[in-house]
């Protein structure tokens, strides 16, 4: 069964940091990984999908990057905003028939970028 | 992303009613559907997956009867808490898939 975690759970840093989160799978067998934005009572919105053949995609000041060897995925924010606060969620797909199915997710980072 | 709608937001029902939510693509076709669900502190969890005219998939540990899912038209799924009790309260959101894709907003339901 794949499982997820992400690293760390929690994050506070100060606007205009660069940061790093952290994401591992246990099961490398996977159709494509995904970095979802969740703010607070809202749904997800995807940021940045990396089909399994891909080693990273950017997009603005984001840049996700998978090692499907080891398992592991890291999403790079780059100056960091107070806008980018919200929960960052890693999920892994596991069927190739769709990029939103089946999708098994991490437990989230709680980011707060204070001004 | 593509839009993809999900009513109500917030709902708040009392213990033994049942509640019905709706996922609805706004301007796609969507011929698979997929409901999850989030407790407080956990990560999503899905818990079925639902073909546009047959019967849902669920995933292991998930009740059928108790969470009855239809998929009757390719842009309408619904998901229903039968005999909800407060244990059920949680976080339930919808994705959908098709000529495009996207989540819903998601849907708030506290039972007391």
């Known amino acids: 069964k794949q499982e997820v975690t992400q690293i760390p759970a929690a994050l506070s840093v100060p606007e205009g940091e660069n940061l790093v989160l952290n994401c591992s799978f246990t099961?490398?067998?996977?159709?494509?990984l995904q970095w979802f934005r969740q703010d607070p009572g809202k749904g997800l919105t995807s940021l940045l999908l990396?089909?399994?053949?891909?080693r990273e995609q950017t997009s603005g000041r984001l840049n996700a990057s998978l090692d499907k060897s080891s398992g592991r995925s890291t999403l790079y924010i780059a100056a960091s905003q107070p806008g980018d606060s919200a929960t960052y969620l890693c999920a892994v797909g596991d069927d190739g028939g769709t990029s939103y199915g089946k999708l098994t997710f991490g437990q989230g980072t709680i980011l707060t970028v204070h001004p | 992303g593509a839009v993809v709608s999900q009513h109500p937001s917030r709902v708040i029902c009392k213990s033994g009613t049942s509640v019905k939510i709706e996922c609805r693509s706004l301007?796609?076709?969507?011929?698979?559907m997929f409901w999850y669900r989030q407790f407080p502190k956990q990560s999503l969890m899905l818990m079925a997956t639902s073909n546009e005219g047959s019967k849902a998939t669920y995933e292991q540990g998930v009740e059928k009867d108790k969470f009855l899912i239809n998929h009757a038209s390719l842009t309408l799924s619904t998901l229903t808490v039968t005999s909800a009790h407060p244990e059920d309260s949680s976080f339930y959101i919808c994705?959908?898939?098709?000529?495009?894709?996207?989540f819903g907003q998601g849907t708030r339901l506290t039972v007391v």
């Open positions: 990396i089909q399994s053949s891909q």
């Open positions: 301007d796609f076709q969507a011929t698979t």
């Open positions: 994705s959908a898939s098709g000529q495009a894709e996207g």
């Open positions: 099961d490398s067998a996977i159709y494509n």
